[in-house]
């Protein structure tokens, strides 16, 4: 069985930067699309950007793109969000998850497996 294990969350202040990390175990990641999700405090889960199987195409949600970057090295069974110019709103739990697609979606139902979470706060 896959599982997944964000890590790289914490507090920054606005204008930051942190890099999300998504391990895979139990099974490689190359055979899956995978997506970042995000979730606020009384919000629905979003879509933050996702990246086919191998790591050619992307996708990135409107609010996100031009600041974070999702990549992948699947030799490390790894999928990373570089995130830069941190805003409040960007404030969230965020997920990644995994699916057996080449390619990938920003819709968190099409997913199949998930991780944990980790807590981004961006405040001063």
């Known amino acids: 069985q896959l599982q997944l294990v964000e890590s790289g969350g914490g507090l920054v202040q606005p204008g930051g930067s942190l890099r999300l990390s998504c391990v895979a175990s139990?099974?490689?990641?190359?055979?899956?699309?995978i997506g970042w999700f995000r979730q606020a405090p009384g919000k629905e889960r979003e879509g933050v950007s996702c990246?086919?199987?191998?790591?050619?195409?992307?996708s990135t949600a409107d609010s996100v793109r031009g600041r974070f970057t999702i990549s992948r090295d699947n030799a490390k069974n790894t999928v990373y969000l570089q995130m830069n110019s941190l805003k409040p709103e960007d404030t969230a739990v965020y997920y990644c998850?995994?699916?057996?697609?080449?390619?990938?979606?920003?819709?968190?139902?099409?997913?199949?497996?998930w991780g944990q979470g980790t807590q981004v706060t961006v405040s001063s």
């Open positions: 998850a995994a699916v057996g697609s080449y390619y990938g979606s920003l819709q968190p139902a099409n997913y199949v497996y």
């Open positions: 990246i086919s199987r191998s790591g050619i195409m992307t």
């Open positions: 139990g099974s490689t990641l190359d055979a899956y699309a």
